[in-house]
Every structure is written in C-alpha cells, then in structure tokens.
C-alpha cells in the first residue's frame, strides 16, 4: 500500500518572520554588553542599550504572538526577556518608603536647561521657590547658562549660603553647588571636548568630610539632529550623519566615564556624585561611573523610573549614586514640574 505524503509548501514569509524573531531575540540577549565593553572599543552595544525599551517591547509582543499560536519560536523572546532581568531593576522598583526618619541631607539634582522653559520663558524664580518648598539642603544643577553669575545665582537662591559655580569663558553652560553646608576643596574636571564636565566639592557635615560631585557628560546631540531627518531629500544620508554623530558622543561619554571613575576611586571621603549623564542605566557611562556604589532610584525608587520628560517618558538619565557603606536612601522622588527637559530628582540620605 503506497504512503501518502502531505506537501507543505516553502512560506517564505514565515521564514522571514522566523529569522526577525531570533535576531531581535539575540540583539536584545546581548544588549548587556552594554555596560561592559566601552564605546571606544564598540559603540554598537550603546545602540542596543539606548534602544533596549523598544528591544524588549518587541520580544513581548513576540511572545504573545507565540504563545497564541502554540509555536516553540516563542521559547526566543521569552529567554531575551530573561536575560534582561538586571534592566528592569533599574526602572521598576518596589521600596517601603521611610515615614519617620529625618533626612540628614536632602539632595536635589536638576538639569534647568539654562533656566529656560516653554517660550523660552525664565525659570529660574520658579525654580528657587519649588527647591525651597522641598526643604532642600543640598542643591546640584546641570545646564546652569554661561552668562548667569555667581551673584545673581546667589541672590535668587538665598536660602542656600554656600555655592560654588564652575567658571564658563567660551560661552559652555555651567555647573552649581549650593549648600546649607559649608562647601570647600573645589575641584573642576575639564575635557577637550566639553570644558567644566564635572565638578567636585568637600561638604562638612557635623564635622565630618563628604564628597559632592555633580556632572553633565557629552549631550546626545539628539534634539540639535532629529528636525532634518524626515526631510524629503538626502534622508538616508542624513540618518546616517545623525547616527555618526550620537555614535561619536557614546565615545565622548564614555571616555568622560573613565576619567569621573578614577576620581571617585581616589576620594578620601565618603561620596555622592549626581547629574545628567545623557545615558540610559544599561550604559557603558552608568556602569562605569556607579561601580561599587549605589543607585538612590534602586534603593529607595518606587514605580516607574524616568527623569527625562520627552521620548515618551521611557528614559531615566539623571542619576543619584552614593557609598553605600556611610550612606542609606530613605527616600526617592522626582519632581511634578515643568520647568525643564528633565524632571528634578529628590533623594533623603541618612549617614550611618
């Protein structure tokens, strides 16, 4: 008796579909290289990084699919959004929030974007009366415009006896300290490429020595190319340009990175470095520049973590880090206002 044989056609169609399933599986498995191969070496992995959000996105609608229909192509997806367990700590978290305990110092982060809102309106006043409000006593800002003075800085934020400003003569924006402590040892870190990327100060507290450090690494350049690349003419060279150009200030970031880490490394005293990294926490610039220190969001976040108010709110780029071993997070919030790009980020520390 003959067999039958049932023939199934080649579905080219599903093969595709198959292949972008394991490609986009692998890309998003391997996109923790991110935080430990540097940009100068392959700036590839930042890519992944920076897009992870719609990487795992997409290995979730993958899955769905996948499980729908029964297929064993979902087993992909699936393992792409295991391996990226250590990325969802770092936006999502759940803590107890500490109602009891009195912060020793409220630290308040913040990019102004040269103090400049919607319209291009002054925010500056706005600004010093929302910091005020959160009893703040430790104040960091990034984005600070060249032409505002020591002086004028002062007078608007009065509350705050104690700054320290980096000094811009090319026109750059500028950094800031401010205190209710007194603030000495100031250490300014200069690049080549972006002069006043970091500053360092000594803070007393109760006569003890703590190190402040705020920064403001290599912007992405996002906002100053994304207005020419639906244009009708020459889009593919424009992408391409755009892509060289964020390419090149992974590099920069990264390299900023090296040098912030071996400062911090050397620090006699117990350390809190914040600011505007313009990075996402699967960065090679966040892992390089946290290392055995701690993340105020992963400490004492709750919710959903992000900082940076466009790009669908998927992007947390301003960062809280502490030693651990003198300091502990009670509290983690970010600010409901809307006088920046990015949102101010409020934490409470206790010094053990």
């Known amino acids: ?10 579905s080219i169609s599903g093969a595709f579909v198959r292949i972008v399933i394991v490609i986009v599986a692998l890309l998003t498995s391997f996109s923790f290289l991110a935080l430990f191969i540097s940009p100068q070496s392959a700036v590839f992995f930042q890519w992944l990084g920076v897009l992870l959000p719609a990487l795992v996105f997409s290995n979730l609608l993958f899955l769905i699919i996948g499980l729908y229909r029964r297929s064993w192509y979902s087993i992909c997806p699936l393992i792409a959004i295991l391996a990226n367990f250590h990325y969802f700590a770092k ?48 104040l960091c800002l990034q984005e600070v415009p060249a032409d505002c003075s020591v002086s004028e800085l002062k007078e608007v934020f009065g509350q705050f006896p104690y700054l320290i400003m980096t000094e811009s003569n090319s026109g750059n924006n500028q950094l800031a300290i401010l205190s209710k402590f007194p603030l ?6 200069s690049f080549e490429e972006r002069p006043n990327c970091a500053i360092f100060v000594d803070l007393s507290f109760k006569g003890e020595k703590i190190r402040i450090g705020t920064c403001h690494l290599q912007t992405t350049n996002w906002n100053q190319v994304k207005g020419n690349l639906l244009a009708a003419e020459n889009v593919v060279v424009k992408w391409w340009s755009a892509i060289k150009t964020m390419s090149g200030n992974f590099r920069l970031r990264g390299a900023q990175a090296d040098c912030l880490r071996n400062i911090i490394d050397k620090s006699p005293f117990p350390t809190l470095i914040c600011g505007d990294f313009n990075n996402s926490p699967n960065s090679y610039s966040y892992h390089k520049i946290k290392g055995n220190l701690k993340d105020a969001f992963c400490e004492a976040g709750n919710g959903y973590g992000y900082t940076y108010a466009y790009l669908m709110k ?12 003198e300091f502990r997070a009670i509290n983690y919030s970010t600010g409901n206002v809307d006088y920046s790009d990015h949102l101010p980020v409020l934490v409470d520390l206790k010094i053990n």
């Open 91 to 138: 936006i999502i978290q759940v803590n107890s929030t500490e109602q009891n305990e009195t912060a020793d110092i409220r630290l308040a982060s913040y990019n102004v974007r040269e103090f400049k809102m919607i319209y291009n309106l002054s925010s500056m006043e706005q600004i010093a009366s929302y910091i005020e409000s959160q009893q703040v006593n430790t």
């Open 314 to 325: 998927l992007f947390r780029i301003d960062f809280v880090f502490f030693s651990g071993n």
């Open 184 to 189: 000495d040892s100031v250490q300014t870190v």
């Open 1 to 10: 008796m003959a067999q039958e044989f049932e023939f199934r056609p080649f």
